[in-house]
T-cell receptor, first 115, second 108 residues
Framework: NAGVMQNPRHLVRRRGQEARLRCSPMKGHSHVYWYRQLPEEGLKFMVYLQKENIIDESGMPKERFSAEFPKEGPSILRIQQVVRGDSAAYFC?????????????FGQGTRLTVV | LAKTTQPISMDSYEGQEVNITCSHNNIATNDYITWYQQFPSQGPRFIIQGYKTKVTNEVASLFIPADRKSSTLSLPRVSLSDTAVYYCLVGGGFKTIFGAGTRLFVKA
């Protein structure tokens, strides 16, 4: 039973380019969460999705960032016109349901570097 | 969501028992306490979860006093590979708040 798969593991983009980060949840999990982590800091919630629906995007920057979780295929976190401040590790997690005490399973993350 | 407070860092030696305490004064009645472990360049990994008293698994023990305003993660006989960041979370759910965690450094 494969865990949460994220790709690519490392992504380098020049300022102004687009970054696409992919996340395949664990089998049977329909809830996906994206987090951002800056060096030496904890993870910050960005967005929560279920299949074809954005449930909560209160942690997403208002501009340039978007996320989707289509009926088929992985969840995608898209960052348009990247800037140096977008450099961070982006983690995806999945769970079989959404409850206050539900365990989340994390992927290994995508490290985005903007040059 | 309840906020948590835990030490920024701790040092230990191989073979010792390590106890990391977390304060969560505003924990809600239906909140569980969950601990995650994160190694460098990896995502967090679930260690243990509990509601009250004591929970033990093959990796750690979790002690929760009656008032539930704090909890202690106990790692028996740590090894070098236990060097990681440990996060104490309360309530969980999709807006789980990950603070800076506790950086545990195990020395030989």
């Amino acid at each position: 039973n494969a865990g949460v798969m994220q790709n690519p593991r490392h992504l380098v983009r020049r300022r102004g380019q687009e970054a696409r980060l992919r996340c395949s949840p664990m089998k049977g999990h329909s809830h996906v969460y994206w987090y951002r982590q800056l060096p030496e800091e904890g993870l910050k919630f960005m967005v929560y999705l279920q299949k074809e629906n954005i449930i909560d995007e209160s942690g997403m920057p208002k501009e340039r960032f978007s996320a989707e979780f289509p009926k088929e295929g992985p969840s995608i976190l898209r960052i348009q016109q990247v800037v140096r401040g977008d450099s961070a590790a982006y983690f995806c997690a999945s769970s079989p349901n959404e409850g206050r005490n539900t365990e989340a399973f994390f992927g290994q993350g995508t490290r985005l570097t903007v040059v | 969501l309840a906020k948590t407070t835990q030490p920024i860092s701790m040092d230990s030696y191989e073979g010792q028992e390590v106890n990391i305490t977390c304060s969560h004064n505003n924990i809600a009645t239906n909140d569980y306490i969950t601990w995650y472990q994160q190694f460098p360049s990896q995502g967090p990994r679930f260690i243990i979860q509990g509601y009250k008293t004591k929970v033990t698994n093959e990796v750690a023990s979790l002690f929760i006093p009656a008032d539930r305003k704090s909890s202690t993660l106990s790692l028996p006989r740590v090894s070098l590979s236990d060097t990681a960041v440990y996060y104490c979370l309360v309530g969980g759910g999709f807006k789980t708040i990950f603070g800076a965690g506790t950086r545990l450094f195990v020395k030989a």
